[in-house]
């Protein structure tokens, strides 16, 4: 076993056995900024993409529903908006809610702006590298995607596309190997651990999820597809941006169908070296991103995790590789429950991703949750997958659903397993679980008992391990962060709040639901209902 067993344990049980160093106080004042500062670098103004054809969201949320109008692939204006829905700063957070961030929400300095995607802590620590070749729109080279400007700024000049290629190695997918256009996705370890710790390593993984899922659910709306590549040589990649792998991992490239390249030559697939790799050493980006900090903490435990990940980091898995540590299915008999089939209006997937928020604290039982919205919100988390290499068709089931219903029309209240196959509920725990759910929450911004249901995504963290080694903890938890962008996205099409919480014992859970001895590992908890009508708020964009 490999260390990565060793912090998935201490990850499950830290609600009972703190994670060291467990007197850490976050510098606050002293926080590192949400994004990369390379200073005197050539920005270039990216389109909003408001000209786009609506399309449905529901189209990404239930991928057997069939995806958009198929399309020849990316062009600037799609790409630009897909950067902007996801990662780009939309909003400003002014509501009225129970977050311990209210109070300096109205100071500028302490502004919240919002985002389509989900992120830890709201912290937002992936930042987004563009290596665009010759087939794009700008001059072949890497560019930094800018979320507060909207903007790439260029850190290198130069077509470095072919050696991108060669970092995923001669057995990556194919449709890896046929483009010149990447996004790569980086971490910067700190800007979660400042307020994480040790922890921050497991929160960053889910940041890495939510952020692929967000692109796969728009890209499909749009008749696109993206799936990441999650193994490849990281330490040569992190030298093509000039940064430092303890600081900054490389966790993700994903390949992007370009409107044009589909004639690309596929030498790179062949026997031997990509003939477009010039013999020398690589180029490197030079620019330096400039911290804000000034005291940065190195924990040893994210060192730990960064180095155990990197350490056959090109080793790919091969496909089925992940099959042993699959979801379980559900038994048959017991006290079944059934749903609706799911359904999903037709709303525009840009709307959903503008309009997604914690509802922390707003949450209101007078009006329950109807067994069609259960039931759709629980088929589009099922049905989530991060793809790649080791799940290419995106068919392996690697997460259980189970459901604490409260306040759920026609259903009585109980913690359920759901059955995706027969789409149905079955009884695991009869009676009210407001009050279990209440005391293994750490925090004071949700009412649980108030939400309609608690949705409790479970992985077989430890099975994911077995099968494909330390690097699987990425996919593991990143499905799980996956399956909580699946989420907020299916409660903000059918117009229910929600919210996804990482601080709770998680053991309680293992215990609640009798999961002991299956590897099951709770990640998440994920409230789900009706918000309070008429919330207050501040209209900033009419101001």
């Known amino acids: ?190 800007q979660t651990a400042f307020k994480y710790n040790s922890f921050g390593y497991h929160v960053v993984c889910t940041d890495v999820g939510t952020l692929v899922q967000t692109w796969r659910i728009w890209a499909a709306a749009h008749g696109l597809r993206t799936a990441p590549v999650l193994w490849f040589d990281e330490p040569r990649l992190n030298g093509l941006l000039g940064t430092v792998g303890e600081e900054e991992g490389v966790f993700a490239v994903v390949p992007l169908q370009w409107d044009g390249n589909g004639d690309l030559s596929r030498a790179a697939v062949g026997e031997g070296p990509d003939p477009a790799v010039a013999e020398g050493p690589d180029p490197a980006v030079r620019h330096r991103d400039v911290e804000r900090s000034r005291t940065v903490i190195e924990f040893p435990t994210v060192l730990a995790m960064h180095a155990a990940t990197v350490a056959g980091a090109a080793d790919r898995p091969a496909p089925g590789a992940l099959a042993p540590a699959a979801a379980r299915p559900v038994p048959a008999g017991g006290t079944r429950v059934p749903l609706p089939a799911p359904a999903f209006p037709e709303v525009p997937v840009r709307r959903v991703l503008r309009s997604r928020r914690s509802s922390f604290g707003r949450f209101d039982a007078a009006v329950p949750v109807t067994p069609g919205q259960l039931s759709s919100v629980l088929a589009a988390c099922a049905a989530t997958s991060l793809g790649g290499e080791a799940d290419p068709d995106g068919t392996l089931r690697q997460v259980r659903l189970y459901a604490f219903v409260n306040h759920v029309r026609d259903i009585a209240p109980g913690a359920y397993v759901y059955d995706p196959d027969a789409g149905d509920l079955a009884l695991v725990v009869p009676g009210p679980q407001g009050a279990f759910l209440q005391e293994n929450y750490f925090l004071a911004n949700y009412n649980l008992e108030q939400a309609g249901v608690v949705l409790v995504p479970t992985v077989r963290t430890k099975a994911v391990l077995d099968a494909v080694g330390d690097r699987g903890y990425r996919l593991a938890v990143g499905t799980a962060g996956a399956v909580a962008q699946t989420f907020y996205l299916a409660a903000s099409a059918l117009s229910l709040g929600a919210g996804v919480a990482l601080g709770f014992d998680n053991v309680s859970f293992v215990e609640k639901l009798g999961l002991e001895g299956t590897t099951e590992a709770p990640l998440l908890i994920m409230p789900l209902g009706n918000e309070r009508p008429r919330p207050a708020d501040f209209r900033h964009e009419i101001a």
């Open 1 to 190: 076993m490999g260390y990565a067993h060793e912090y998935a344990d201490a990850v499950l049980h830290r609600g009972r056995v703190p994670m060291e160093p467990a007197d850490f106080v976050p510098d606050w004042p002293d926080g590192p900024r949400r994004g990369k500062f390379y200073p005197g670098v050539e920005s270039y103004a990216l389109p909003d993409g408001d000209d786009l054809a609506d399309a449905p969201a529901r189209a990404g949320l239930l991928p057997r529903s069939g995806g958009g109008p198929a399309v020849a692939g990316f062009t600037l204006p799609l790409l630009s908006a897909m950067l902007k829905d996801s990662y780009g700063l939309t909003g400003r957070r002014l509501g009225i809610q129970a977050n311990s961030d209210l109070s300096g929400l109205p100071s500028y300095t302490h502004a919240n702006w919002s985002r389509g995607t989900a992120g830890g802590g709201g912290l937002y620590p992936v930042g987004v590298y563009w290596a665009s070749g010759p087939s794009g729109p700008l001059t072949p080279g890497i560019h930094y995607y800018d979320v507060q400007q909207h903007a790439v700024q260029r850190l290198l000049t130069g077509d470095v596309t072919a050696r991108v290629r060669e970092t995923l190695g001669q057995d990556a997918p194919a449709e890896a190997l046929e483009t010149d256009q990447y996004l790569i996705l980086g971490v910067k370890y700190w």
